[in-house]
């Protein structure tokens, strides 16, 4: 059986190579992440079939993921190393090791910044609410990411390493550690690293960072280095208390190109359903889905907290969750929050 396998592995160039290697390792790392939640819960009894989940594994994991993947490396970056050829391959010398390092090191630096700037330009926030709408955080909550926010700081992760002449095999090394980091800082695990958490983040500082508290509005911008947050000022980490509010202070929308509209045009995702049937039919496609995979696969009952709320596509605004106003109470005008999107757009 192993046989086909090393026969195709050795028919790849490098990155495929690099890729049979990656994929088995970010599949490994899910394991890993999944046990430790159910293990060491940082907000127990939150579910795996949590609110948003499909969509952010169906649209934003798999097809965003996809389509961008096309868009920057085929028709931003191809044309850029076309255009610059071998002019800055200043990097092409160094060990892979390095390179890999280099690379994460000046990229979590800018991610670090951009991300600052993003909660404090009302613009440029529009780009990264989506990522702060979900109320229930875990492994997969970091996938959600507007186009633009992707768009953007995958342009300027990757080109750099392509134009200054890295080894190829960095691209699928460092997305494998992108993608480990980003779903380890987001998962619901209750972790406690002490002095680490000086240099490396992870999910006790960036849960908070997706908490609905006035007081890590602008706290927490780090991904992969927490030493950024604490060298400039901005790191938030109190002892022994957790958020007691998450997502953002004011409703969102639950559905992927409805998230996207938002961004450029506010409106009231319950009330268009309201008023419109192909809307609500729409809407109500992924929680047929979940019913149909519940009622089917009694294992994923199984899993902590499988619930598909009865009724649930006819009745959309029913699954706003309590205690998120509604948009248009908080999304026109100003209030005491001072997040960008309200005290300035
Ligand atoms: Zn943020
Ligand atoms: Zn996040």
């Known amino acids: 059986m192993l046989e086909p396998i090393s026969a195709f592995y050795h028919s790849l160039n490098a990155v495929g190579r690099t890729t049979m290697i990656t994929t088995p390792i970010l599949l490994l790392a899910v394991v890993i992440l999944l046990v430790l939640e159910r293990k060491f819960p940082y907000r127990k009894g939150l579910p795996f079939f949590r609110e948003g989940l499909f969509v952010d594994l169906f649209w934003y994991t798999l097809v965003q993921s996809y389509f961008l993947q096309i868009l920057i490396f085929g028709f931003i970056i191809a044309p850029l190393a076309a255009r610059f050829g071998t002019q800055f391959h200043w990097v092409s010398s160094w060990p892979v090791v390095a390179q890999v390092g280099f690379f994460v090191i000046t990229h979590d630096f800018y991610i670090y910044w951009f991300h600052r700037f993003q909660h404090n330009s009302a613009f440029f926030w529009r780009t990264h609410e989506a990522h702060h709408s979900g109320k229930q955080v875990d492994w997969l909550a970091g996938s959600r990411s507007h186009a633009v926010e992707i768009i953007i700081n995958q342009t300027i992760e990757f080109a750099p390493i392509v134009l200054l002449g890295a080894n190829p095999i960095v691209v699928p090394i460092k997305a ?14 209750d972790v406690k ?3 680490l958490q000086y240099v490396i983040n992870g999910p006790e500082m960036h849960l908070w960072h997706h908490a609905d508290h006035e007081e890590v509005y602008y706290a927490n911008f780090s991904t992969k280095f927490a030493v950024w947050d604490w060298l400039f000022g901005t790191a938030y980490l109190p002892a022994n208390r957790k958020p007691e509010r998450w997502g953002l202070p004011y409703a969102f929308p639950k559905d992927y190109f409805a998230q996207h509209a938002f961004s450029v045009y506010r409106f009231d995702e319950a009330a268009l359903a309201e008023k419109s049937v192909v809307f609500r039919q729409y809407h109500g496609v992924r929680w047929r889905l979940l019913n149909w995979v519940g009622n089917r696969l009694p294992a994923a009952k199984v899993l902590q907290g499988w619930e598909v709320t009865q009724g649930a596509d006819a009745t959309v605004p029913a699954l706003r969750p309590g205690g998120n106003p509604a948009p248009a109470a908080s999304v026109s005008t100003p209030v005491e929050s001072s997040r960008p999107v309200t005290a300035a757009s």
């Open 176 to 189: 494998l550690i992108d993608a480990v980091w980003g779903m380890y800082i987001h998962a619901n695990i």
């Open 193 to 195: 690293s002490g002095k």
